[in-house]
C-alpha cells in the first residue's frame, strides 16, 4: 500500500502528543533516569524544607493532643473552624488524579498520558493530607475510633444516619481505590525500572513491588481489563466522595449550607481546585525535569480549558445560591447569603469571587491559557480562591440562628501552623515520589507514540 | 438476660439515687440558692421517691411570669449548680444549659412590627427544645445523643460523646455547648451527685432526668419563683402542661424548621 493512499484514508491529523521525536527507548531512557539518578542537592534541599514544615504539622498536633481544641479559635456557634475548611480543601484537590486516570481514561482522553502518574500520586498525598483532620478535630481523639463499626464489649455502633459516617466510608474508600489505581498503574513501569536496576537491593525492592511483571501478551490482556474494572470502579468515586463531603454541610438547618446544589457545586470545586494544583505541580516538575517533550503546552492548555468549565460551574453555582435564597422568600437564607457578600466576611467572599470566578475568564484567550506564567500565577490564586470558598462556606456558622451568639471566628497560631504544616506533608509525600518513582507513566506515553500505532507511516499492517 | 444491661443501669442508678437522698425539692423553692442551701437538703432528705414518668415531657414557659420577675435568674443558677456547669467567665468558652435570651432575637420571625417593646424586649428562657424530630440525634456519629423512647428526653451520653460538635452546629437553638477546655477546674462548686464532664465533650440540658428518676421535677421549675416553667407529660390529658396549652395561645421556636420543639411559650 503506498503512503499517498494511506494518507488519504487518515482523519485529519492532531497535533503530536509528545514532542521531541521519542522513541520507546528515548521515552525508558528519559523517564527512568529521573528515579535512578543520584540524589541533586536540589532535591534535597527542598526535602529539608518540607519534612520541617511538616514537622510543624506533627509539633501542632502534639500540642492540640496534650491542651485540647481550645488551642483553636472555634467557639460556640463556629464550632468547625479551619479543620473542616482544611479538610475540604484537601479532599477537593484530591479529585483530579483520579478524573484524569479514570475519567478520561473512559473517554479515551489520550493527552490524560504524561500527567495521570504524578497527579494520581498528588491525589493520594493530598487525601492523605484531608484524612488527618477529621482525626485531630475531634474533642477526645483517643476515642476517634468509634466512629468505626467494629464490634466492642460496649455494645457501642455507629449512627448510619450522620453524613460524618458517609464520610468515614466515602473516603476511605476513595483513598484504597486510588491507591490500589495507581499502583495497578505503576507495575509494569515498577519493572522496567527492576530490569534496569544495577543494584541488588534496587532489584530486590523494585521486583517484590512489580509483582512478577513479565509484560507478556497474557499479561498485558488481564493488566488492561484489570485496569478498565478499576477506572469503571473509581469514576462513580470522583463524583461519589465530593458529594458525600457536601452532605456535611447539607444535611443540617444551618442557614447557607441547607441546600440541594452542595453535591455538583462541591464536585464542580473539587475538579477545579484538583486541576489547579496538578497545574501548579505540574509546571514546577516539567521544569525542573525538563519534561516539556512529555507534557506540552498542549496538555496544559488542555487543563486550562478544563478548569475554564469547572470554574464557571463553580461561579454558576456562587449565583445560583443567590438566587434560591432569594427565591426561596426563607429571610435567614437571605440574610445568610447577603451576610456573605457584605458581612463581616465579605474579604473572604471577594478573595474566592475574583479567584475563582473572575480570573478563570483570562483563559478565553488563547493567547492568556497557552503562556506558561500566566497560567502558573493562575493556578495558584485558583488554589487559594477555592480554599476560601471552603472558608467563606463553613463562616456561616458565625450568623447562625441565635443572634446573641453571633461570633467572629479568628484562626489562632496553632490553627494557621496545622494548616501550613499540612501543606509540608503534602510536599514531603510529592518529593519523595517524584525521588523514587517514574514521574510519567512510561508504557501508557509510549502507547500514544506514533509508533505505537500500527497504521502509523512505515507500520507492519 | 432478661433484664437488658440499660434497664440494669438505670434501676442500679435511680436506686442508688434515690439511697443517696431525695434531692432538693425544698432547696430550690428556698429564696436564693446557693450550694450550702443545695447541699444541706440533700443531705436532709434521704427519702427515696418513686420515679416520675410520662410519655412525653415537655415544659411550658410563661414569659409574662418571667417578664414581670426582672432580673431573676434562679432557673440557671439552679440548673448550672445541680449539674456542675463550669462558669470559664468568658464567652468563647461558654457553657450554658438554659439561659435567658430577649424575646427579639429567640422569635425573631414570630414578631411584627406593632409588637409592643415590653415583650419584645423581654426575657425569653431558652433550652434544649427535646424536639420530636432532634436535628442533633441525626447527625451525632456515635450515638451519644439519642432521643428516649418511652418519654422523649433528647438524652446526652457524655462517654460516648467523641466531641466532634456535629451537635452544636445542627441544632438551629444553640442549645448545646462544648468543653473546648478542662471544665473541672471552673467548678465553683462542685456536687458530688451529679457527673462532672471531661474536656472534649459536648453538653445540654437533659429535662433533668437523674431528678426525675429520683421523684424530683427539673431544678428550673422548682427554682422558679415566680412559677413562669410548668413541666408535665403532653400525652396525660390532665396534665398541667395541657392544661395551660388549652388555656392559652403558645409559640414554639423556630417552627418552620420541622423540628417540632417540646418547650411552648405563652407569650
Redesign the interface.
Known sequence: MSTVENKEQMPPAEPPLILGNQTFGTVTDRISKLAERKTTLTWLAALSLAASVALLLLGSIGYLFYE???IWG????V??GWAIVNFVFWVGIGHAGTLISAILFLFRQKWRTSINRFAEAMTLFAVICALVFPGI?????W??Y??FPLPNQM?????F?????WD?FAVSIYFTCSLVFWYTGLIPDLATLRDRATTKIRKIVLGIFSLGWRGGNRQWKHYELAYLILAGVSTPLVLSVHSVVST?FA????PGWHTTIFPPYFVAGAIFSGFAMVMTLGIITRKVFHLEDFITNQHLEKMNKIMLLTGMMVGYSYACEFFIAWYSG???EQFAFINRAFGPYAWAYWIMISCNVLIPQMFWFRKLRTSIPVMFVASIFINIGMWFERFVIVMS?AR??????W?YYSPTTWDVLTFIGSFGLFFTLFLLFLRFLPVVAMFEVKGVLPEADPHHKGGSH | MSVH?RKFLKLAGITALGLAGGAPAKILAEDSITPDSLKEVTEATATPKAPLVARRWAMVIDLTKCREAGDCNDCQKACHLTHNVPDFGN????IKWIWK??FH??F??QEHEFLDEKTKHGPAVVLCNHCDNP?CV??????ATWKRENDGIVMMDWH???????C???C???S???????PREFIKDLQPEFPTR?????EKCTFCDERLARGQMPACVEACKAKAITFGDLEDPNSEVRTLLHEHFTIRR?P??G?QPEVYYIV
Open positions: 485540647g481544641i481550645g472555634l467557639n460556640v456557634p464550632a468547625w478535630h475531634v474533642g477526645r481523639i476515642v476517634v468509634w466512629m455494645d457501642m455502633w455507629p449512627n444516619r450522620s453524613p460524618l459516617l468515614v456535611d444535611v443540617s438547618v444551618v426563607n429571610a435567614y456558622l447562625d440562628y441565635l443572634p446573641s451568639s461570633d | 444491661r464567652p468563647k468558652d461558654e435570651e430577649s432575637h429567640a425573631h420571625e436535628p441525626r447527625v451525632c456519629p456515635t450515638g460516648r460523646c467523641i466531641g466532634c460538635r456535629y452544636v452546629l445542627a438551629p437553638y444553640g448545646r455547648s462544648f468543653n473546648w477546655r478542662n471531661t474536656r472534649g465533650v459536648v423556630k418552620g424548621l423540628t
